[in-house]
């Protein structure tokens, strides 16, 4: 990777070699990453992501749902945005059976691996809400 002719994988390998001198990187772990940004009011999220402004147009919920759709749809890979997304959504007003269909509606789609690391990921987060 260290192509001195390609001036990208010159600074990729820069990149990581900055990186391994960072000792604290091998302890990251990005879910605790996400405390730093706490789910918003719904109003805040209607405002911003509802009909607010659109009068007559699609609801927070209905647009994070959306939005988890779509997540899903990407193979569930950003596990961050999954999580994040499960708990906007939860917070302007989508249930647990709200979530589960959204996410299994997608399987014909995004393929039951997706589908399942997706629903894994929003009921633990379903989890803990409930828990705390």
Known sequence: MS???????????????????????EAFDI????GMFPTMPKDVMEAMF???FNEGGLDARTRLLLTLAGLVMQGAQNETAVRQTVRHAVEAGATDQHISETIAMMSMFAGIP???KAMELAQAVLKEDKET
């Open 3 to 25: 192509d001195p002719t390609n001036p990208f994988a010159a600074m990729m390998a820069q990149m990581q070699e900055m990186a391994k001198t960072f000792p604290a990187m």
């Open 50 to 52: 509802g009909n607010a």
């Open 114 to 116: 997706a589908t399942t």
């Open 31 to 34: 879910r605790k990453f996400e």
